[in-house]
């Protein structure tokens, strides 16, 4: 299946691993040739907007596809590289489907529903982990899947924290895979736009809600409450949401919770627009919320089930030693249990064999902050 390639994002010079097309008869650049300027001139000024191609872009700089490239940045991030092989999979998978709803293709929805019985399972087993890798991964690309996954993820935590039946906790994991699937059928000027938008194009974006709830529950016939997982979840617990400014109870539960999900997430991924806070920091800025925009009860068992040093998070102790977050409790969220990383002394344990220590008994020991890996990174 052709994939679709956003022309501004081109370089002179890109090769890719198969024949690029401008559309459905004519060659743009035969596979392994390099795209020039001027082919590039050319279809700005005939309006042309994508180019297509079976294969993939090829990194100028590694000489492999872009998607490889950006596996293996990924994979240092992760502790357990099959567990990354599992993640990055999913991602994969999930991009395309997108990629299918935004040509407007048929999908079958049991593909759906495997991914997302796959992410209820990965969950279920591995729950500490996939926070760890979503708050420390740095894959690039496939953003609208990336986030789709890790929205599922999280809305899973928090339903499973809520005691929701299995019926529902499946139905919220395909709903928050396709919460935003709307955006895909957005102008690609209007979703990569910089900046403020005009009051127009702040109209037509915030109209996707709508255009996800008709896919999921018109196109690939899902049941009432997966779609209103994308057609709500950008809706407020004080009603000052959108797109029908619905309140309290009258956002379905399932929403409620992919709302608090897809907040987070949004905070704690590199944007191109924005740098990513720390797990920390998205979660403090969470906790401000006030019964504003997300249900009470629903951030609550958000922060039961994350703490408020979330898993993964790199903390600063009040002796000067770094550690990471292996374990929370969800009665003492000040105090979780953690794994050395550089000790007071300025060891760095790069393999992983630092001292673990639960701060609920290590009573002399607390954090005195959470702070960005990029700190880590300077100071090695």
Not at 74 to 89: I, M, N, P, R, V
Not at 363 to 377: G, N
Request: with cysteine; net charge neutral.
């Amino acid at each position: 299946m052709k994939k679709k390639y956003p022309v501004e994002k081109i370089e002179a010079g890109t090769t890719f691993t198969a024949d690029v097309y401008v559309d459905a008869q004519n060659l743009l650049v035969p596979a392994g040739e390099p795209v020039r300027a001027k082919d590039l001139e050319g279809l700005k000024q005939w309006g042309i907007l994508y180019v297509y191609s079976e294969g993939e872009q090829v990194d100028q700089q590694t000489g492999k596809p872009k998607a490889q490239a950006n596996v293996k940045k990924g994979l240092a991030a992760f502790s357990d590289h099959k567990l990354y092989a599992e993640y990055a999979s999913m991602v994969d998978r999930l991009k395309i489907i997108l990629d299918k709803i935004a040509a407007a293709e048929k999908i079958e929805p049991k593909i759906v529903d495997k991914l997302a019985q796959e992410v209820l399972g990965l969950v279920r087993d591995r729950d500490a982990e996939l926070v760890s890798a979503i708050l420390s991964s740095d894959m690039q690309g496939y953003d609208h899947a990336r986030a789709g996954i890790n929205c599922s993820i999280l809305s899973v935590m928090i339903g499973q924290a809520l005691k929701l039946p299995p019926h529902r906790l499946s139905h919220l994991a395909a709903g928050a895979l396709l919460h935003d699937a709307g955006m895909l059928r957005l102008p690609e000027e209007l979703v990569s736009k910089k900046g403020s938008l005009s009051p127009e194009e702040a109209q037509k974006m915030r109209a996707h809600p709508l255009l996800s709830y008709r896919i999921i529950t018109k196109e690939l016939q899902y049941p009432d409450d997966v779609g209103l997982v994308g057609l709500q979840h950008h809706e407020r617990w004080d009603g000052g949401g959108y797109p029908r400014k619905s309140s309290g109870v009258d956002i379905d539960i399932l929403a409620r919770i992919a709302s608090v999900a897809d907040a987070f997430e949004a905070m704690v991924s590199q944007k191109p627009y924005r740098n990513s806070m720390i797990g920390y920091a998205a979660m403090k800025n969470l906790l401000s919320d006030n019964g504003r925009r997300f249900d009470p009860e629903v951030l609550k068992a958000f922060i039961r089930s994350m703490g408020i040093y979330p898993i993964g998070s790199l903390v600063l102790l009040n002796n000067a030693a770094i550690a990471r977050v292996l374990e929370t409790h969800a009665d003492a969220p000040l105090r979780p249990k953690i794994k050395i990383i550089v000790d007071e002394f300025g060891k760095h344990f790069k393999d992983d064999t630092g001292d673990v220590l639960d701060l609920l008994t290590e009573k002399s020991m607390f954090i005195a902050r959470a702070i960005d890996p990029k700190e880590l990174e300077i100071a090695s």
